[in-house]
């Protein structure tokens, strides 16, 4: 399963009968966060007309088209694009759109090789990491005539610019998500282990390993496991580097900035998970699935699973939601979590890009940004759409302390993860912290290598 | 020894002469008849193999990404290929797995197909078990091997817990997971090294063998001199089919291990997949796949000669 999805809610919570406990100012300032680094890359996009589309396709009530969107696997989110493909229908009645799901497995595979052939899905459902991929080399297609005017001043600066390459939007932010920390209640109270109960009360990762320990000590098996799913999802890693203060890029967004002590220290934290067993060696970044880290925090071979937002209806159905809760990442010299969620895009195969442009605009109008966020357990990319004034559908605690976590996501992370030369660089970062999660590299080989690989990427 | 024609019947009708005449044109093979039958397959081949491998050779010359125009670059796809260790690390785990794999179906295989040439009871329904595995996708395959085979609740530890042996890391130590993977490639292609070593077996003439025991040789002389010489061309054929099978295999590592821990179980076949689809390289995985090619038809000409030279012998 990919970053930023999860199942269909079945339990309506009120959200309002819940104390917010986080603060609006805070999911206000994570935009400004990210805003900030990520002005450190792309530059604005050229306002320069009123009108919604400088297309000549009619893209109104005699629109014509018969389109396809893709998604994920996820039911809730595949029902959801039904809903909306209906909705749009009622206003524009010739155009059909089709959702299908994108199969399991190597995204890059299908997607460039459905592009080869010219049948690629019209609109493709695509995360902050992959796009700059195809943003690159023409997989999607400029959005820019169809995104004119003041159209882009609600959407948060950092998704915006993030959307972007070199000045030209290429898809539109739907949603973000982040990562938090899963825990077994009766596993901790039986290790004895006290959760913190605010954002600045965190674990240090010195706190969290020895958890990690006594967790071990009661499961007898194993600390925790983390939520990779695969090469493509290395990514993940990254928080690490960035609490500990390091980053992979230096701010030219070029040079690699990993090899270095702090690199080196970050890298073998999470190694050293491995060596003393505290996690799976099965949960390593290519041998780790959702099915698995579900089953092993389910269980109870674990007492904690760090993972992201979007699986928490996932984790119910194995577990009693009683039987669990979720607190906040652990932390070093500062915060920080994964970077998750999606863009909507159209490819290069569409026919009808400009009808494709205005049904994704649809999607994520601030009414239908605010029904699949809350619905379907994600965070919005619109200013005018704040995180803690939603009415999620189900786990609002939870999803409380996702919003709360979401702000910590370091606003560099975000600039290098969307950067085109990402992908390659994840597959960099994929088989050097593998090689040396399982036990074949050392954390100094492993840093100087993933540097050596990001020269070779961007050059 | 009588010619091939004087062995025909008395009617007239010759094996190698002319067929008799009743009227000009009923019996005349047209010329474009043979052109009819081979031409689908022609066209088939031609469109969704040759076409394609054409294709791959010219693409191995340049720097072509999955879609768009590429750019001539001479043979630096091929020079960069040499010059990168995943590429040398790769080819080593090709070596390591098709030498793990091939002796070792083949032989399994025989030894299946001596059990089962045998009356046995039930002997039909052991022989369909056995060959079931070549019939079941090897995508299955792989999921029930990482099931059986996972170290923390897996069949195969949880057994060798009850037998008071240590666990091993089957799938997730780099040591072991290429041999998890020889087992469950060996496991998949026994069935089919036994099918033809059956159908072998049985072409045997009784009679030598009898003939064999009369002389006085014990089932083992019997077998290593008349048994096994007449098996050299079965199992030629099959070594370089298991051969060319193990350059081959995909699905199985891609499922079970996706060519990790680390690189350990990255065959070349999944080098050249990841080359195309993860980096986006197509000219530079058309070189490898051209390099593989190329091996497969020098092991395919050796077999072809080394089957010629046991003809000629016998």
């Given at each position: 399963m990919e970053k930023g999805q999860h199942l269909p809610s079945h339990v309506q919570h009120p959200h309002a009968d819940q104390p917010p406990s986080w603060s609006r100012r805070r999911v206000l300032g994570y935009s400004g966060a990210l805003a900030g680094g990520a002005a450190l890359g792309l530059p604005t996009l050229a306002a320069c007309s009123s009108s919604s589309s400088g297309s000549s396709e009619p893209t109104g009530a005699d629109a014509k088209a018969d389109l396809v969107l893709s998604s994920w696997q996820i039911p809730a989110d595949l029902v959801a694009y039904e809903k909306f493909a209906t909705d749009y229908k009622q206003t524009h009645p010739n155009v059909t759109i089709k959702i299908q799901e994108t199969p399991g497995g190597d995204f890059n595979q299908w997607f460039t090789t459905q592009l080869a052939g010219g049948s690629a899905p019209d609109i493709i459902r695509i995360t902050w990491q992959q796009i700059g991929r195809y943003a690159d080399n023409g997989g999607v297609i400029p959005l820019d005539e169809y995104v004119q005017?003041?159209?882009?001043?609600?959407?948060q600066d950092a998704f915006w610019k993030a959307a972007q390459l070199d000045g030209s939007v290429h898809g539109i932010p739907q949603h973000t998500d982040t990562f938090a920390t899963y825990y077994n209640k009766a596993i901790l109270k039986n290790a004895g282990v006290t959760v913190p109960a605010s954002l600045d009360q965190a674990w240090t990762l010195a706190q969290f390993k020895d958890v990690l320990v006594e967790v071990k000590k009661t499961t007898g098996k194993y600390g925790m496991v983390f939520g990779f799913g695969g090469p493509n999802t290395a990514y993940r890693w990254l928080p690490f580097l960035y609490m500990m203060?390091?980053?992979?890029?230096?701010d030219d967004n070029v040079t690699p900035a990993i090899d270095n002590e702090i690199g080196v220290k970050a890298i073998d934290w999470f190694a050293s998970l491995y060596r003393e067993e505290l996690i799976p060696a099965s949960n390593s970044i290519k041998g780790a699935n959702d099915a698995a880290t579900i089953k092993s925090f389910s269980t109870g071979d674990v007492g904690l699973m760090i993972y992201g937002d979007w699986i928490m209806t996932d984790v119910s159905k194995a577990i009693e939601p009683s039987k669990w809760d979720i607190t906040y990442m652990p932390k070093d010299v500062t915060a920080a979590s994964d970077l998750g969620g999606n863009l909507l895009a159209v490819s290069k195969s569409c026919k009808n890009p400009a009808v494709a442009a205005d049904f994704i605009k649809f999607v994520c109008d601030s009414e239908h940004m605010k029904y699949f966020c809350e619905t379907d357990l994600f965070l919005p990319v619109?200013?005018?759409?704040?995180?803690?004034?939603l009415s999620f559908s189900k786990q609002s605690d939870q999803m409380a302390v996702f919003v709360e976590q979401a702000t910590t996501i370091p606003a560099g992370m975000g600039t290098v993860e969307t950067l085109p030369s990402f992908n390659a660089i994840q597959t960099v970062l994929a088989d050097q912290l593998d090689l040396c999660f399982t036990g074949q590299q050392d954390a100094v080989k492993t840093a100087k290598a993933i540097s050596d690989g990001i020269k070779d990427a961007v050059s | 020894m009588p010619s091939a024609e004087t062995w025909?019947?008395?009617?007239?009708?010759?094996?190698a002469g002319p067929a008799p005449s009743r009227g000009r044109s009923t019996n005349r093979v047209p010329a474009a008849a043979p052109w009819l039958f081979v031409t689908p397959s022609l066209l088939l081949f031609g469109v969704f193999a040759f076409a394609p491998i054409v294709v791959s050779v010219v693409l191995s010359f340049q720097d072509v990404q999955t879609f768009g125009g590429g750019e001539f670059v001479g043979v630096e796809n091929y020079s960069d290929a040499m010059s990168k260790p995943l590429f040398w690390e790769s080819v080593r785990n090709t070596v390591v797995f098709t030498l793990g794999t091939v002796p070792t179906s083949t032989l399994l295989g025989l030894l299946l197909a001596i059990l089962l040439n045998r009356r046995l009871p039930g002997r039909g329904v052991i022989r369909s078990l056995y060959f079931l595995p070549m019939v079941v996708s090897g995508v299955a395959v792989s999921l029930i091997f990482a099931w059986m085979f996972n170290t923390d609740s897996g069949i195969v530890n949880a057994t060798l817990s009850e037998l008071g042996l240590p666990r091993v890391d089957w799938l997730t130590s780099p040591g072991w997971a290429m041999t998890t993977v020889i087992l469950a490639v060996v496991w998949g292609r026994i069935g089919f090294c036994m099918v033809v070593y059956l159908a072998a077996l049985q072409n045997i003439n009784p009679s030598v063998l009898e003939a064999a025991q009369v002389d006085g040789a014990g089932r083992w002389g019997a077998f290593a001199g008349i048994v096994w010489p007449l098996l050299a061309p079965t199992t030629y054929m099959l070594v370089v089919l298991n051969i060319v099978f193990s350059l081959q295999a995909f699905d199985v590592i891609y499922v079970l291990t996706g060519g990790g821990?680390?690189?350990?179980?990255?065959?070349l076949v999944q080098y050249i997949f990841r080359s195309a689809f993860t980096d986006g390289k197509m000219g530079y995985a058309s070189a490898l796949g051209v390099m593989l090619v190329v091996v497969l038809l020098l092991l395919t000409a050796l077999r072809n000669r080394l089957a010629k030279n046991l003809d000629e012998d016998s």
């Open positions: 005017g003041d159209y882009s001043a609600d959407f203060g390091g980053k992979l890029l230096e619109r200013k005018s759409l704040p995180a803690d004034s | 025909a019947p008395a009617t007239g009708t010759t094996v821990p680390g690189f350990s179980t990255t065959v």
